[in-house]
T-cell receptor, first 116, second 116 residues
């Protein structure tokens, strides 16, 4: 049961342009959504998160948008840089105060390639 | 300020042997999480531990897998009688005490287990 899905395995973008990475989820109990970046042979690095009560959160070049009715979120990177080339994972968690908040449910990842 | 330390980075085991993966959390972090990434897939939650306590083990296979986080020393993920399907990257993450649902864990660089 894939509760968090990233349907685009890869994305190729020119340097300086916008990168848009998409993520869909099925579990309406998720309260927080997070994006991670991962380089080969390294662990994931946290980028940005958003609460389900918000529709946008911005941090520098990274903006995450949440459409709760569509159960869809996206990560915008503007402007894209070659160093942004990595695998991007979206993840979701419940925050209902129980032990489940420790668990992140990840999507399959999208490989972003930014060309100079 | 060292990050999450995992060792070994690479581990090769023959079928039927035991694998022990170690994780030292960041200084001041008392919560540890283990995730597994199979080839071409996202990260899957395995277990969430605090010192001397297993908080959520809903992602752990029912047999052969166990985890601990003792009062002193690193967290250990133990896989008994390994099989080829256990070949994966195992990531450990940590977080400080306190309830922070927007918090992105800090991940280690992972242990790549190969079962031959």
């Amino acid at each position: 049961d894939q509760q968090v899905k990233q349907n685009s395995p890869s994305l190729s973008v020119q340097e300086g342009r916008i990168s848009i990475l998409n993520c869909d989820y099925t579990n309406s109990m998720f309260d927080y959504f997070l994006w991670y970046k991962k380089y080969p042979a390294e662990g994931p690095t946290f980028l940005i998160s958003i609460s389900s009560i918000k529709d946008k959160n911005e941090d520098g070049r990274f903006t995450v948008f949440l459409n709760k009715s569509a159960k869809h979120l996206s990560l915008h990177i503007v402007p894209s840089q070659p160093g942004d080339s990595a695998v991007y994972f979206c993840a979701a968690r419940r925050a209902d105060g129980g032990t489940s908040y420790g668990k992140l449910t990840f999507g399959q990842g999208t490989i972003l390639t930014v060309h100079p | 300020n060292a990050g999450v330390m995992q060792n070994p980075r690479h581990l090769v085991r023959r079928r039927g042997q035991e694998a022990r993966l170690r994780c030292s959390p960041m200084k001041g972090h008392s919560h540890v999480y283990w995730y597994r990434q199979l080839p071409e897939e996202g990260l899957k939650f395995m277990v969430y531990l605090q010192k001397e306590n297993i908080i959520d083990e809903s992602g752990m296979p029912k047999e052969r897998f166990s985890a601990e986080f003792p009062k002193e020393g690193p967290s250990i993920l133990r896989i008994q009688q390994v099989v080829r399907g256990d070949s994966a990257a195992y990531f450990c993450a940590s977080s400080p005490p306190g309830y922070r649902p927007h918090y992105g864990y800090t991940f280690g660089s992972g242990t790549r287990l190969t079962v031959v």
